[in-house]
């Protein structure tokens, strides 16, 4: 089974700031990976398909990067409504989650 | 527009089993996927398992097997999932989403009790 390391695992940044959550799959999954913000409460809701690719709504401020075993999300400038639980997700071999980054507003 | 919509929270004892539902519109249910994840409050995402509506045919990660079963009714475009012989590591949200991975349920809590 491939294993998905996030990092940091708790995140406090201010609102403005340039923040980077960090994905690491145990092989390389050939960039089939999403990434998902998940507020308390609620669905995850998907932010990033196949590393790199916004989907339809969500705000530019978010992007995606990576190759082989190494995915990033990029938040250019925090905002408040930001505050939330992200995971990344790989779909190259069976269906796994990272075990998510919670960004805080400092 | 896409729609996925679970049945409620279910209070359930150990034990016992819960049939959980996620009802569909908005897309041609009878010829796509469908994945139901679990979630402990304050932990990660597992996948428990998928089935194509198409002809019934299901997929389950290895953890889950005996645990859960997936059916279709594409009369209704809902799935289901049971989920039987329950215990408190059991409690927890079970999500419905369709492949890709875009729409999601919006989660039912099950909690196992007596």
């Known amino acids: 089974d491939i294993q998905m390391t996030q990092s940091p695992s708790l995140l406090s940044a201010s609102v403005g700031d340039r923040v980077t959550l960090n994905c690491k799959a145990s092989q390389n999954i050939n960039k089939n990976l999403n990434w998902y913000q998940q507020k308390l409460g609620e669905a995850p809701k998907l932010l990033i398909y196949y590393t790199n690719n916004l989907q339809t709504g969500i705000p530019s401020r978010f992007s995606g990067s990576g190759s082989g075993t190494d995915y990033t999300l990029t938040i250019s400038s925090l905002q408040p409504e930001d505050v939330a639980t992200y995971f990344c997700?790989?779909?190259?071999?069976?269906?796994?989650f990272g075990s998510g980054t919670k960004l805080e507003i400092k | 527009q896409v729609k996925l919509q679970q049945s409620g929270a279910e209070l359930v004892k150990p034990g016992a089993s819960v049939k959980l539902s996620c009802k569909t519109s908005g897309y041609t249910f009878s010829t796509s996927y469908m994945s139901w994840f679990k979630q402990i409050p304050g932990q990660s995402i597992e996948w428990i398992g998928m089935i194509y509506a198409g002809d019934g045919g299901t997929g389950y990660n290895q953890k889950f097997k005996g645990k859960a079963t997936l059916t279709v009714d594409t009369s209704s475009s809902t799935a289901y999932m049971d989920l039987s012989s329950l215990t408190t590591e059991d409690s927890a949200v079970y999500f419905c989403a369709r492949p890709p991975f875009d729409y999601w349920g919006q989660g039912v809590m099950v909690t196992v009790s007596s």
């Open positions: 997700f790989q779909y190259n071999s069976g269906l796994t």
